[in-house]
């Protein structure tokens, strides 16, 4: 079955410290991998995108994000959090068609402490 | 403005009434979705369209109807609303056939149903 699993729903972090989220996923086809965020009572804005190419991709807000292919996982990374980075994220996985459906991981939710 | 907008932003109704959500996208995208999100399950699939006039069921379509007479409207009805059906509902666009499969979020609207 295809799925993603966030493993992690919720992760405090300290203002200025890394970060890591990560994200499994089955999926029986090459995998189209994203990286979404939501801010309270805002919609879904995209962070970053994988298909193909480097393994390793760079996003919007300093986030970045490494497939790895034997382990199945997209983990989302950034090196210095800040405390607008508090919100909920979302990994999720599709064929790399248009119109197809997206499937999504349950969330992570991150609250960053001072 | 180009974008992705929903309405109302929040709504509140009752056991058995008809609701109508809307979603309006100005990127002329081919293809629409509506998605639900809610606490531990993240976003699943209600319907999506391919172009107007084309819709198809998506992972929990019961209770729910779409239609799409314009490209750029996509309305979800909720036939007769049930309090399980209170949630956040998010439209959601993206893509021309061929293209990439991203997909672009409105704002979301949050569904209570009593």
């Known amino acids: 079955a295809q799925s993603v699993t966030q493993p992690d729903i919720h992760i405090t972090v300290s203002e200025g410290a890394s970060l890591e989220l990560r994200c499994n996923y089955s999926y029986g086809a090459t995998p189209y991998l994203f990286w979404y965020v939501q801010s309270p009572g805002q919609g879904l804005q995209l962070l970053l995108k994988?298909?193909?190419?480097?393994?390793l991709v760079q996003g919007i807000k300093g986030f970045e994000a490494e497939f790895k292919r034997s382990q199945s996982s997209f983990n989302l990374r950034k090196p210095s959090v800040h405390w607008s980075d508090a919100a909920e994220y979302f990994c999720a996985v599709g064929p790399n068609q248009a119109g197809t459906a997206l499937i999504f991981g349950k969330g992570t939710t991150l609250s960053v402490s001072s | 403005d180009a974008g992705i907008t929903q309405s109302p932003r929040y709504k509140i109704t009752e056991t058995g009434r008809q609701v109508t959500l809307m979603c309006h996208q100005t990127w002329s995208h081919s293809y629409m979705f509506w998605y639900r999100q809610d606490l531990g399950h993240g976003l699943r699939l209600i319907y999506y369209?391919?172009?107007?006039?084309?819709?198809d069921k998506g992972e929990v379509p019961d209770g729910y109807v779409v239609s799409r007479s314009k490209t750029e409207n996509f309305p979800l009805t909720l036939e007769s609303a049930t309090r399980s059906q209170t949630s956040v509902y998010f439209c959601?666009?993206?893509?021309?056939?061929?293209?990439?499969?991203?997909?672009?979020f409105g704002p979301g609207t949050r569904l209570t149903v009593l």
């Open positions: 369209s391919a172009a107007a006039d084309i819709t």
């Open positions: 994988y298909f193909s190419g480097d393994t």
């Open positions: 959601a666009s993206g893509g021309v056939a061929g293209g990439e499969n991203e997909q672009f």
